[in-house]
């Protein structure tokens, strides 16, 4: 298991780990997620203080892609509709120049196990499968969705003296085109 301190990059799945496993199926077949503010705030604080990121999912939605575009992680770091996550992962490391020793992966269900037991610090959520606990070297404390992104974060930026913030460049956790709407309504100059 690698420390903490150890760490450079993180790569995440998203059902159960950035939501708490529930999707709200519409009539048109898009699911619909519910995500951690303090989880996503303290991804976008990886992001911005050089820690590669990238999201390894099976699903697939447009608005995952808005979701991961406004934490900073960009297409070439998004894996969706993943069939092999280790094999994903390794991409993702080649690409960033990273060890997968030196990644953080996190899974909460039996397709994360490989990725897990492939990147140095495998870490799941209080509330993963049994299989997954078994396999993961950190059960964080939190659930899926309910803060267990927000802990492994901390947990490895602040003893690398980079859990920092610009207050000039504040996290604007919106949609882009949210944001321009709004300037435009307002006349704000955001
Ligand atoms: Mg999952």
Redesign the pocket.
């Known amino acids: 298991m690698t420390r903490f301190e150890d760490i450079k990059a993180f790569a995440f799945?998203?059902?159960?780990?950035f939501t708490d496993?529930l999707v709200l199926a519409m009539p048109d077949g898009d699911l619909l997620r519910q995500f951690n503010s303090k989880d996503c705030f303290a991804v976008r604080t990886a992001v911005d203080n050089g820690f590669p990121c990238a999201i390894i999912?099976?699903g697939v939605s447009l608005s995952l892609v808005h979701r991961a575009h406004s934490l900073g992680i960009g297409d070439e770091h998004l894996y969706m509709l993943s069939k092999d996550k280790a094999e994903d992962l390794l991409h993702f490391c080649r690409r960033v120049g990273v060890d997968p020793a030196q990644v953080a992966f996190v899974?909460?269900?039996i397709?994360?196990i490989p990725a897990m037991e492939l990147a140095g610090l495998g870490v799941c959520p209080a509330d993963a499968v049994a299989e997954v606990r078994s396999a993961a070297d950190w059960v964080s404390e939190f659930n899926?969705g309910r803060g267990c992104i927000r802990d492994l974060v901390e947990r490895v930026l602040k003893p690398q003296d980079r859990w920092r913030f610009d207050p000039k460049n504040p996290w604007k956790g919106s949609h882009p085109a949210a944001i321009t709407q709004y300037a435009q309504h307002t006349g704000k100059n955001v």
Do not use: A, K
């Open positions: 799945d998203i059902d159960g780990v496993g999912t099976g899974g909460d269900d397709p994360d899926g």
